[in-house]
């Protein structure tokens, strides 16, 4: 099979709301999904986009994607660029296609002068652990991430 991986168009959000669901399915989040065409063609597409994505086709089949966007490092005092989510479709997997999307990334990252590149995994991920260490990758020691969502999110936003 051919693979090629391409930046996502507005002609891609509804497969890419698709493979979000599967992934949250995967990760057994789906409850958690939320988003519409609407907000992931704003949030890709829309007057000042927030993230990008690229899609990986396998003899033009939709094998999977990547979503991603930039932060910034104080301390390095150049942006980074963050995998908000990366997924192969169970068919397609074992066939190299979630390291050519993560090697496609860091090719964007290094292209774009990005100082690092991170992600999250959930710790019962194990397989996804592996892959990213066999790449090189580690963990981040002594840190934690944090959220804040929904009520906790407004009632901080209102001063507390």
């Keep these: 099979m051919t693979l090629r991986i391409d930046p996502a168009t507005p002609a891609d959000v509804p497969t890419i709301l ?16 939320v988003a519409s065409e609407g907000d992931v063609h704003e949030a890709l597409f829309g007057q000042r986009p ?11 089949a939709v094998a999977g994607f990547a979503l991603f966007f ?11 660029l963050y995998l908000e989510d990366l997924y192969v479709r169970p068919q397609y997997r074992g066939r190299g296609y979630g390291k050519a999307l993560l090697t496609h990334l860091a090719g ?8 690092r590149m991170e992600w999250a995994v959930l710790d019962w991920n194990r397989g996804a652990i592996e892959f990213y260490e066999s790449l090189g990758a580690r963990p981040v020691d002594g840190w934690t991430v944090y959220r804040l969502t929904d009520e906790a999110l407004q009632r901080a936003g209102a001063g507390g």
């Design 70 to 80: 930039h932060n910034y490092s104080t301390f390095r005092g150049r942006a980074g």
């Design 18 to 33: 698709q493979l979000i669901r599967e992934l949250a399915e995967f990760e057994k989040l789906l409850h958690e999904v």
């Design 50 to 60: 927030v993230a990008e994505a690229v899609i990986a086709r396998a003899d033009g």
């Design 108 to 115: 964007l990252a290094v292209k774009r002068r990005c100082a």
